[in-house]
């Protein structure tokens, strides 16, 4: 591994860039941040929090980093590190940021992924202070390098054009502030739920599925495409806890009734389809 920590931040107040003093980050107008015990840092303002916890609780993250860490979405992640990874010059830093990183399973396969004659800096913001405090706690056991920050994707606080590769997985993009902070002809790497993901879950929970969306893709203002992928394979879970921490960490929790909660707790087995497109978009110049 080839990783350090991304140390380009900007203030969340002023957008001022931050400096690390020993344990704190702080910004020329006074501003600061004090890094967690853990070893991230909130930049997450009170006055930008929609309630007192937001983002995935406790528990979801715990679901979600039991189901990764069972390698379930691995073929997902080697495509999202080849991507990455593409035309990375040698012996030059590259900085990556994934943005709502969770409990920061693509970042550590990343960093395990990135070749020794490419340094890669990473950082992983995620607006759950729970999933930033795992997504820390599991880069010091692998002895991973990068900067975890509790923060928002409506106010990345990075300084302008200071990024390489941004990841957006399964999240919810603001394309404006994902312009702001890539330098030009970086690449945003945008992974989304395919027609038929988790199509055999939806069944289950739900009383009929909703029809199929349009996929066609619409350029976002300030990037251009480059290419599109599809990965796509069948999972066989076993036994109720894998298929409930699936459950747990998709939108569908929340969106299925008690009912449908109630068929899936009941399965013993699930043969899922994973289904998701990766999009490369790059910034223009």
Known sequence: MNNAPFKA?????????????????RCATGHSFDI?????VNLLPVQRKRSNDPGDSKAMVAARQRFLN?????????????????GAPENMPLSCLDAGCGEGYYLRQLAQAAPATVLIELIGLDISKWAVMAAAKQSRQQDQSATWVVGSNANVPVQSASLDRLLCMFGFPVISEF????????????VEAGSNHLRELREVIYPTLKPERN?????PEGFMLQATETVSYSLALNGK?????????????YRASAEGRERAAALETLAVSVDVRLVKWIKSE
Do not use: F
């Open 215 to 219: 996929d066609e893709l619409t350029v």
């Open 179 to 190: 312009a702001r902070v890539l330098k030009p002809g970086g690449m945003l790497l945008q």
């Open 70 to 86: 069972a390698g379930y979405y691995q073929p997902i992640a080697e495509a999202i590190n080849h991507a990455t990874l593409s």
């Open 9 to 25: 931040l900007a203030c969340p107040l002023d957008g001022d860039p931050l400096t690390q003093v020993e344990g704190t980050w």
């Open 36 to 40: 967690a015990k853990q070893g991230y």
């Open 241 to 253: 806890e894998a298929i409930s921490d699936l459950l747990a960490m998709t939108p569908h929790l």
